[in-house]
């Protein structure tokens, strides 16, 4: 569950949005510069709201009135970046293993480095290096160490952007029943509005840091 009300202080608009999303995918739309990356960076805590509030499964991360502000390290967020960031001198083994937290895990959400392989079809790929794989593999490799970390909530930045469009369909499948199968929030960044649509529960368009529309629907996943 995410509940999430903060504005942010940009250079040339302020944003200000107000999400609630229990599970299933929320997708953010909108054109560059509108402040879609700030709000994922907000949520993760890579930067501070201006002012508000974010409560991730009913634990405050962010608190503005009560000088509240949980680091990165302990939000339990699973982040995958449009670049996916991988670390070009480690494995894929080593790159999935980086996101496992030292100790402590979420009941019946913690999975083995075994079972995230499996689940990603990336098994073959354990001691390759990252210009040694594709982008949908580089993708997937980002997605697994992502799981790793436990996450209560997964955030994706224009996680496949850059992939062929058979690539890319193929993933937004596998996006769909990893969502189902994990059972937490994702938010997705997406510029494309069919891939909102096909894969949003719920769909938020941003413009100017504003929220212009929402819309909500019953979608079932496969």
Known sequence: MLKAHFKKELPTFELEVDISLRNGILALVG??????????????????PSWG??????????????????PIRNRRIGYVFQDYALFPHMT???????????KGSIPNKALSFPNV??????????NRYPNQISGGEKQRVALARALMTEPELLLLDEPLSALDQDTRSVLQQELLK????????????????KEAEMLGDQII????????EIR???KAHP
């Open 117 to 126: 392989l499996e689940m990603l079809k990336i098994e073959h790929l354990r």
């Open 205 to 212: 368009r941003l413009e100017h840091g504003k929220q212009q």
């Open 31 to 48: 054109p560059s510069g509108a402040g879609k990356t700030t709000v994922l960076q907000c949520l993760a805590g890579l930067q501070t």
């Open 92 to 102: 894929v083994e080593k790159n999935v293993m980086y996101g496992k937290p030292q």
């Open 53 to 70: 509030e974010i409560n991730i499964h009913d634990k405050a991360v962010f608190a503005s009135e009560h000088s509240v502000d949980i």
């Open 216 to 218: 909500k629907r019953n």
């Open 178 to 193: 990893l969502q189902a199968e994990w059972q937490i929030p994702f938010i997705l960044v997406t510029h494309d509005i």
